[in-house]
């Protein structure tokens, strides 16, 4: 009646074996560390730049206490904070402004817990310290890309209807195009108003020209500003993810401002690095004629570049002539997706287009068969030519591949930086604030006493009430907690003081079960059930209870985590994975000990769960 199978107590053992193991590196702290990983996407961190890190430790006599390298980025552990800041200062005049070195902290858990998987958990702003900042965007920089953006489709749309102009150009927050005649510009007027609906047009006769004055309409300046908005936050959010801070924090506070909390991130300049990189995609066509011309690209190399040019280099390092006007921006971007070359079979990025940007990107492809396109990609402001082709014939569909000297986790990354998007318009730190190590510190002893004082309260009054039912109860209270912070750790969650609080819950919710499975047992017991019968039905009879209970208390849980943000999610993850194992633990884990200890005996005549009162039976008269 009271025996598991032997696959059960083996079930139970694994669980707690692995909940084990991954909470174990919790317990090992950190270790102070640098973390130097390539500034730029055309930059990998491989083996040669760990050797290039060790070399430079060793000529300055900083002992690391190992180095290694992962997907990002080259760590190395230190023994001390000092050999810490003296390796960042060391390796950053070294390497030079083309890698970013950052102070990290890092587990000290021994090899054997890395090589598996086994990491602790991450710790929140307020648990490890980190870096808080307030920006601000920039919206009339916003409006400004808008209308520039603007600007190309009007000259797009005209040239496509073979609209004669004279001249187009941005004056301040409006649009300008100049007509040799009247009929041109009422032309221009009717088809403007149809192809682009966002922009007010009217008409403007000066002595000597006609004009069109175009800018956008209220409506449409509003959903720029809305647009800019939510596209820097996604972009903040892309690139602070691929750069691998833990569980950040970012979020719009106002109409133009946005929240970020970096956790563990102990440099502010590291910080500010991360919220400032993006990357940005332009097509331009190359000037053909100055390229091609030696004398030219040599005078262009020594400073002197024609007019109407910009000098740039191709990635084997041969110098090429651009032309300032931007044909296309990664503005115009959908999707961008790694890939191969169908015909050479190297590694490409596929990019489509939306259909503006596909109009244009035919058009000009339509119009320059036999010349050079450049790709260009931007980050921090540098530009550098990914690719050059030469066009062959009109490009439809708005699906353009880039390829040419890319590796294919290079091309992986181009597509993510294109992906990300680039900053919708400029935004500016407003406030900065950081909270150290030592307050976060503090907070952790604070909530891990308040735990254990809980969970030793709790203890001494289920061993004093229930005796060995109640020590059941406590070491799958016990094995509740394990399994939470093994999963915590497995997830790589954000531990913060809210889930702290939501552990100390969790503990009081899971032993609830206990207690209502415990009294059940006395209440068999009382109702003149054998002592393995009792065991039996109070566990089979409590479950729906329990199952009952913690479903609501779940559901409240889930609506926290989709509906909060910020330190509501952080409570809300705590305690819906604390429902579930709180559930496993009271259930599971505790009958497998009652069945364990007493299964086996036939005849029970008693067991210890306390004093089970039993009402006195009355005298018939």
């Given at each position: 009646m009271n025996r598991y199978p032997l696959w059960k107590y083996l079930l139970v053992a694994a669980t707690l074996v692995v909940g084990f193991v991954y909470t174990l590196p919790n317990?090992?702290?950190?270790?102070?560390?640098?973390?130097?990983?390539?500034?730029?996407?055309?930059?990998?961190?491989?083996?040669?730049?760990?050797?290039?890190?060790?070399?430079?430790?060793?000529?300055?006599?900083?002992?690391?206490?190992?180095?290694?390298?992962?997907?990002?980025?080259?760590?190395?552990?230190?023994?001390?904070?000092?050999?810490?800041?003296?390796?960042?200062?060391?390796?950053?005049?070294?390497?030079?402004?083309?890698?970013?070195?950052?102070?990290?902290?890092?587990?000290?858990?021994?090899g054997w817990l890395r090589s598996i998987g086994a990491l602790p958990m991450y710790l929140g702003l307020d648990l490890r310290g980190g870096v808080h900042f307030l920006l601000q965007v920039d919206m009339k920089a916003a409006i400004a890309k808008k209308v520039e953006a603007t600007l190309i489709d009007i000259r797009s749309a005209l040239r496509e209807k073979k609209i004669q102009y004279g001249g187009a150009a941005r004056e301040g927050q409006a649009i300008s195009v100049r007509f040799r005649d009247k009929a041109e510009r009422d032309k221009a007027l009717l088809e403007i108003a149809r192809v682009i609906p966002d922009l007010e047009t009217k008409a403007v006769d000066d002595a000597a020209e006609f004009r069109m004055v175009a800018t956008l309409k209220l409506t449409a300046q509003r959903k720029t500003q809305e647009f800019a908005l939510q596209q820097n936050i996604t972009t903040l959010r892309n690139r602070v993810n691929e750069l691998g801070v833990a569980e950040p924090i970012i979020q719009q506070q106002g109409a133009d401002r946005v929240v970020v909390q970096l956790p563990g991130v102990q440099d502010t300049a590291k910080a500010k690095d991360i919220l400032g990189r993006t990357a940005t995609l332009e097509v331009r066509m190359v000037d053909d004629d100055a390229t091609n011309n030696p004398s030219t690209v040599q005078s262009a190399v020594g400073g002197q570049v024609p007019f109407g040019d910009e000098l740039y280099f191709e990635r084997g390092g041969v110098p090429i002539l651009i032309k300032r006007q931007v044909v296309l921006t990664g503005d115009r971007i959908n999707d961008a997706q790694p890939g191969f070359d169908n015909q050479t079979h190297e590694p490409a990025v596929h990019i489509n287009l939306d259909g503006a940007g596909a109009r244009i990107f035919q058009q000009v492809t339509r119009e320059s068969v036999g010349k050079r396109m450049a790709i260009l990609l931007f980050e921090k402001g540098k530009g550098e030519v990914v690719t050059a082709p030469v066009i062959r014939s009109e490009i439809g569909g708005g699906r353009v591949q880039i390829s040419g000297r890319m590796t294919t986790q290079e091309a992986s990354d181009v597509a993510l930086l294109l992906r990300a998007g680039a900053l919708a318009a400029p935004m500016e730190i407003i406030e900065e604030r950081t909270v150290g190590p030592s307050l976060g510190a503090e907070n952790i002893r604070i909530g891990f006493?308040?735990?254990?004082?809980?969970?030793?309260?709790?203890?001494?009054?289920?061993?004093?009430?229930?005796?060995?039912?109640?020590l059941f109860s406590v070491t799958a209270l016990a094995a509740n907690v394990l399994f939470l912070v093994a999963l915590l750790s497995m997830l790589q969650a954000t531990l913060t003081l809210p889930g702290m609080a939501g552990i100390a819950l969790t503990i009081g919710m899971a032993i609830d079960a206990n207690v209502l499975i415990n009294e059940r047992i006395r209440e068999e017991l009382r109702g003149g059930n054998t002592p393995q019968a009792a065991i039996y039905a109070g566990y089979d009879r409590a479950w729906g209870t329990i199952l009952d209970s913690n479903i609501t208390t779940l559901i409240a849980g889930l609506f926290l985590f989709l509906l909060g943000s910020g330190p509501v999610k952080g409570f809300a993850v705590v305690l819906c994975l604390g429902i579930l194992t709180s559930i496993f633990s009271a259930v599971v884990v505790s009958r497998a000990l009652a069945n364990l200890y007493y299964g086996s005996r036939r005849r029970l005549e008693g067991i210890s769960i306390g004093q089970v009162w039993r009402p006195q039976a009355t005298a018939k008269g």
């Open positions: 317990f090992y702290g950190e270790v102070p560390a640098v973390q130097v990983s390539p500034h730029r996407s055309t930059l990998k961190a491989d083996s040669a730049l760990m050797n290039r890190v060790e070399e430079t430790l060793k000529k300055g006599s900083i002992a690391a206490s190992g180095v290694f390298l992962d997907a990002t980025s080259v760590k190395a552990r230190f023994g001390d904070t000092d050999a810490q800041l003296k390796a960042k200062d060391l390796l950053q005049s070294q390497l030079g402004n083309d890698y970013v070195v950052a102070l990290n902290l890092l587990s000290n858990s021994p006493h308040s735990t254990w004082y809980g969970f030793t309260a709790i203890a001494v009054f289920m061993i004093a009430y229930y005796v060995l039912f109640g």
